[in-house]
């Protein structure tokens, strides 16, 4: 059983199960901006960078780390999607950072560093082609505010600097990205796999636990189920009752119509005898037209009832065959497991019930 979360965990992660993942990753960021804004500080100190344009860089950093911690928490709500709100932060990311490269001075090529970092995050979130669109936007907006700075200040920032730090920002940004582009590509086929994995086991479960022509239980399910059903610790006086049921004259079915004709029999009994079931109530295919009712938390009397109204629910369900209606009745064998008895024993019972059903002359209930 999982634990229940706290109130303030459910406060702070909410209940979305993806909302703590894209807060790690708002996290991861916020620990990169804190650092940036260390490193221009320090340049401000230094006497590299200027003190009011750095502390403006600062404030638009935290203002921005406020405000996506925000949206992430309330992303589901306002219907923004992990990947829309991915972009948005990696798009502010990169703009902080262009802007943090103006005004630090001389320690300016540092910045570049963080436009690979934030490219390496999106790997985690994002598609080959958004990745390839930030690494266009990130470059454009690098290339224009270096052209505008070696146009306005040639002496602080000279074109041959600026243009080798283009340079080796384009080179690096084009090469994680491409790496990233990789990563998504591995990361969404494995995503893929695990689904195809997933449906594919809940498949075999259900093949597993179900007969394939009637969609009822099957007998090893069933078996799985008494021996739960007899390891159960039930209330003391709770009665559990068998029912084992044999379709009439059914190989003479097969044997007339064919064995198609004798399948269209077994589902229809199948459809009929599960819309009168109650939601306690277990029928399994117990081999060929053979079938084993488990009511559990069922006195006799009563057991006998869901039998009999399940008996006429079938019998009012006849099966077009060639042209003719077949209407199927069956004989039932009634048991009510005793304190104590394996059920194997309670079975027995119910299978020498059938058989005197069976030899009094069919479609009724023997009870034993």
């Known amino acids: 059983m999982n634990p229940q979360p706290s109130p303030m965990r459910r406060l702070l992660l909410g209940s979305d199960p993806r909302l703590p993942r894209m807060l790690g990753y708002w996290a991861a960021t916020c620990l990169l901006y804190i650092i940036g804004g260390i490193l221009l500080l320090l340049s401000v100190r ?20 406020t405000a996506f911690a925000l949206l992430v928490r309330a992303s589901a709500a306002l219907g923004i999607a992990p990947s829309t709100l991915a972009i948005w932060q990696a798009m502010y990311a990169m703009a902080i950072n262009v802007g943090a490269y103006v005004v630090t001075g001389p320690l ?13 995050f999106c790997a985690f979130s994002l598609r080959p082609r958004h990745t390839m669109l930030l ?3 990130a470059l454009g907006m690098l290339g224009a505010t270096m052209l505008w700075l070696v ?13 080798v730090h283009f340079a080796s920002a384009a080179c690096a940004l084009v090469s994680v990205t491409l790496l990233t582009g990789e990563m998504s590509k591995l990361r969404l086929r494995l995503k893929r796999q695990k689904e195809d994995l997933v449906a594919a086991m809940t498949t075999i479960g259900k093949l597993a636990t179900l007969d394939e022509l009637t969609s009822l239980a099957n007998r090893r399910h ?18 559990t009752c068998i029912a084992l049921i044999d379709l009439d004259f059914f190989k003479s079915v097969n044997d007339r119509y064919g064995h198609a004709a004798g399948d269209a029999v077994l589902r229809r009994f199948s459809e009929a005898a599960r819309s009168e079931l ?3 109530d277990v029928l399994a295919r117990w081999g060929g037209e053979e079938f084993l009712l488990l009511l559990a938390g069922t006195p006799l009397a009563q057991a006998v009832t869901v039998v009999e109204r399940m008996a006429a629910r079938v ?18 064998g009634l048991a009510e497991r005793r304190h104590g008895e394996p059920f194997a024993d309670t079975i027995t019972r119910a299978d020498k019930a059938l058989y005197s059903a069976k030899s ?8 034993g």
Do not use: K, W
Not at 151 to 163: I, L, N, Q
Not at 315 to 332: E, K, L, W
């Open 278 to 280: 109650r939601a306690q």
């Open 315 to 332: 019998a009012a369900a006849p099966v077009t065959v060639a042209g003719s209606d077949v209407h199927i009745t069956f004989s039932a």
């Open 222 to 239: 069933m078996n799985e189920l008494l021996v739960a059903q007899e390891r159960r610790l039930e209330p003391a006086g709770e009665p």
């Open 46 to 65: 230094a006497g590299a960078a200027d003190q009011r344009s750095a502390l403006i860089v600062v404030a638009m950093g935290s203002a921005g780390v």
């Open 151 to 163: 146009a306005t200040y040639p002496a602080t920032y000279p074109a041959y600097v600026e243009g």
């Open 108 to 120: 300016r090529g540092v910045y570049l560093i963080f436009l690979l970092v934030v490219m390496v």
């Open 360 to 367: 009094n002359g069919r479609n009724q209930i023997g009870v």
């Open 135 to 137: 690494c266009t936007y």
